[in-house]
């Protein structure tokens, strides 16, 4: 039975960034991000991975408690639910300091009354060899993987909602999509940094596929452009940040690797906003017509 008591549209926001080295600068930006998503009227803001620095990955780890401290307050000030994509940390949930000099790459969502809901820790580790100009990925040098899902409520008047928690890399496993969803997800979110290269092959496909497999809503709040490295070396993202249905359907999308499109605003912001809105009801009518977690025999 559907619940018609329960709203039916929960507003959410998908930020795309082109993060560089400098902390205090992106700070500003996902500030502005989140006054403005709010005043559009969002509930939920997701910013992307490596939101506070592209790169330089041990030093913002040592001032992760600060930087988380600092999101909880945005979230506070601006009473709204914000995913902070994802941050350095150099210590598991549990507070174990994490063995052979590697970090955690964590994800995490703080609620409108500024306190932590949940810590993700991501599970995949990008490991690729792709034809830019870095050529070879391996996070797993640096971080040590996750090992628990996490699914957290997210309260909108008398509702409550579930989201899912993926990181980047995350979105080529469908099993934890599905997982996710066998756990209650409604959302789920996908905070990310794809290459130019994989995300121009694959960015959209895999974030329709997730949703598909899972019946959730899927954010996709991504980095997007040329990131400076201190070394001299660049990075390019796909940006394209999106978020699509239940159904696999786009529902919005900032169709460019680029911030800032070709508009009547003479301002280049250091952001760019997909606003949509969760159909809570749509979703579940969909569910009931194509059961598939009824008929799921190998999970």
Known sequence: MTDTTMPSQFSTAAIQMNSQQDIDSNLANIKAAIIDAKSQGAELVVVPENCCSMGQQFA????????????AEYA???NIYLLAGSLPCPYRPDGMVVPDGRLRQVSQLFAPDGSRVARYDKIHLFTATVADKQGSYNEAATFEPGTQTVVAPLESGDAVYQLGMMVCFDLRFPALAQRLRQAGADILSAPSAFTYLTG???????LQARALDSQCMVIGAAQGGDHAYKDGNTRQTWGHTTITAFDGSVIASHDSSELNLSTTSDIDK?????????????????RQ???IFDCHRLA
């Open 60 to 71: 913002t780890a040592e001032r992760f408690d600060a930087l988380s401290a600092t999101m």
């Open 76 to 78: 506070r000030t601006h």
């Open 200 to 206: 121009q092959a694959h960015w959209s496909l895999l």
């Open 270 to 286: 250091g952001y760019a906003i997909v606003m949509a809105s969760l159909d809570k009801q749509a979703q579940v009518q969909g």
């Open 289 to 291: 017509k194509l059961p």
